[in-house]
């Protein structure tokens, strides 16, 4: 038999959420309390979602902030999109399936599918930055990949941007001085990222003007500063 994936202190988690079609407040205010993590961010980009009245939300990495987003896109009347390379599909409630669509596997599943303009996201959370071997090659190609896929306004978050444990610390701060992008750094509980997408597009060719060069076999380097 198949074990299904859990996360970090699973049995609390899902003592939580036991019986809620959405997580109510005083669950959200709850893991606000809390020290895992994400905790301190959930309400701000619980605010942040509601506050634009994101419709098309997408979050890469499963966590208590799939179920704040799944509250949000019913709140909404969207739709929210959550990618994980684990099973943890069975996690969210009957309610909560009818808002989210489930990707099991890569980030790469959902940048291919978005191929028409009325399929770009409002907003994204990236939380898949921190684990062993992420490289900074890889933590650069995502952010310009996302940053294709979200409309001009859009918005997005990423987590553990002030983890100096991980490449991504030093990548945060030089996308604060892209021309494309505004950019906010929150530094606590590993740091958040909150960027929005101010032009109309970001082709790679920008992000190389801007001195950000990818060359085969090493990693990408900030000539510009």
């Not at 699973?10 to 606000?32: M, P, R, V």
Request: hydrophobic share 35%; with cysteine.
């Amino acid at each position: 038999m198949e074990t299904l994936p859990r996360i970090r202190r699973h049995e609390e988690f899902e003592s939580d959420i036991a019986g809620q079609s959405f997580i109510d407040n005083s669950t959200l205010f709850k893991w606000y309390t809390e020290d895992h993590s994400v905790s301190k961010h959930l309400l701000t980009m619980y605010s942040i979602v509601r506050g634009m009245n994101a419709k098309r939300i997408l979050e890469i990495g499963f966590g208590r902030s799939s179920k704040v987003f799944a509250r949000a896109a019913h709140e909404n009347g969207g739709v929210f999109t959550c990618c994980d390379r684990s099973a943890f599909s069975y996690l969210f409630s009957r309610e909560e399936q009818e808002v989210t669509q489930f990707v099991h596997g890569n980030s790469d599943k959902v940048w291919d599918s978005i191929r028409e303009e009325k399929d770009l996201y409002d907003f994204a959370f990236l939380d898949h930055f921190s684990g062993e071997g992420i490289s900074y090659r890889f933590c650069l190609r995502e952010i310009i990949t996302c940053m294709r896929k979200i409309r001009a306004g859009g918005i997005i978050c990423i987590h553990d941007v002030a983890d100096k444990r991980y490449p991504l610390h030093h990548l945060a701060h030089k996308l604060e001085r892209h021309p494309s992008i505004n950019a906010l750094i929150l530094p606590y509980q590993q740091g958040l990222a909150i960027l929005q997408k101010s032009g109309q597009r970001i082709l790679h060719h920008s992000m190389e003007d801007y001195g950000i060069i990818l060359k085969s076999g090493i990693q990408h380097r900030l000539l510009k500063h």
